[in-house]
């Protein structure tokens, strides 16, 4: 059964790079046809996909957020890692990392981490 666990920074002040670890056991990031993705739940809203890093090492990312997101993994360390720069309060959020089939399609993924709260001190 795959495991997923986040770490982050908790508190970060505006302007700075908020840098999010997923680290994953059951299963190797490399194993073919998944999508690993990070996706964020602000205060009061819905879930919001970011970016994906898949099993080739390719990445994407959400429209909104690409200017600013960086997914990149370690797969001797078997994890994958989410740098969002120049953060405002805006991106206050509960983050998450999961594994799904389809990219963005969020109802895809099955797998969750139990998410990290990051907040943004203006």
């Known amino acids: 059964q795959v495991q997923l666990q986040e770490s982050g920074p908790g508190l970060v002040k505006a302007s700075q790079t908020a840098s999010l670890s997923c680290t994953v056991s059951?299963?190797?990031?490399?194993?073919?046809?998944?999508?690993w993705s990070w996706i964020r739940q602000s205060p009061g809203k819905g879930l919001e996909w970011m970016g994906a890093?898949?099993?080739?090492?390719?990445?994407y990312f959400s429209p909104s957020l690409e200017s600013r997101t960086s997914i990149f993994r370690d797969t001797p360390k078997n994890r994958f890692t989410l740098q969002l720069r120049s953060v405002t309060p805006e991106d206050t959020a509960v983050y998450y990392c999961?594994?799904?089939?389809?990219?963005?399609?969020?109802?895809?993924?099955?797998?969750w981490g139990q998410g990290t709260q990051v907040t943004v001190s203006s």
């Open positions: 999961a594994r799904g089939l389809y990219g963005q399609v969020i109802n895809s993924y099955g797998d």
């Open positions: 890093i898949d099993t080739s090492g390719s990445t």
């Open positions: 059951g299963d190797s990031i490399a194993s073919a046809g998944y999508y």
